[in-house]
């Protein structure tokens, strides 16, 4: 059965303390792997798309990696407004439902000022 | 100029009830979805739609169906409403192949 799986499930820093969140999925044909951000009260805002190990994408404090197994989201000098939930999420080759994502559970990041 | 709105934002109603949300989308994508997100906030998907097909998740209730008038709204109907439909659901959009869009989901309480 396919899966993804996010760690660690909760996530505290202080203000520009740099860390990682992580996402492994096993899942049989991969067609893109999506990582957005949801604030509380709000629907998932997209954040990036990742279609090959190796591919690297950046949007200002955030960096996602892909490799075979897992993605990686490094946060870099984080500020309090990074707090949020962040949730990765797969896309199939095979259409999965009409293109639609399979979620990982999320990542409840709290960055102190 | 929102993306993709759905309405109402809240719906509180009481068990045995119908009632529907409405999604419309105005980004021109091909393909809808409605997401229903837990008390853990796991989301999962229910349904995804386009003029071609509608591709529905097995564990979905047939309480609940899809209505697509046009290519830019897909409307969730839910009859007879049980005390487990308490939830958050989001209508979503995507280009065939592509990341998806959220709207900002609509709280449903069961009572």
């Known amino acids: 059965e396919d899966q993804v799986t996010q760690s660690p499930e909760a996530l505290r820093l202080q203000e520009g303390e740099s860390s990682s969140l992580n996402c492994s999925y096993t899942v049989s044909g991969l067609r893109g792997l999506f990582w957005y951000r949801q604030d509380p009260g709000k629907g998932p805002e997209f954040l990036f798309t990742?279609?090959?190990a190796g591919e690297e994408k950046e949007k200002e404090r955030l960096k996602a990696t892909l490799t075979k197994k897992e993605s990686f989201l490094h946060i870099t000098a984080p500020k309090p407004e990074d707090s949020a939930t962040y949730l990765c999420?797969?896309?199939?080759?095979?259409?999965?439902?009409?293109?639609?994502?399979?979620f990982g559970k999320g990542t409840h990041l709290i960055i102190q000022p | 100029d929102t993306a993709v709105s759905q309405t109402p934002k809240y719906l509180v109603t009481q068990m045995g009830n119908d009632k529907s949300i409405k999604c419309e989308q105005n980004?021109?994508?091909?393909?809808m979805y409605w997401y229903k997100q837990d008390s853990k906030k796991f989301l999962k998907i229910m349904f995804s739609y386009n003029n071609k097909e509608l591709i529905i998740n097995e564990t979905v209730p047939n309480r609940f169906s899809p209505k697509s008038p046009d290519k830019a709204h897909l409307n969730l109907h839910i009859n007879s409403l049980e005390l487990g439909d308490s939830a958050v659901y989001f209508c979503a959009s995507s280009r065939t192949g592509q990341g998806l869009f959220f709207g900002s989901g609509t709280q449903l309480s069961v009572l």
């Open positions: 999420a797969v896309q199939l080759n095979s259409g999965g439902g009409a293109d639609g994502l399979t």
């Open positions: 980004l021109g994508h091909d393909t």
């Open positions: 990742l279609y090959s």
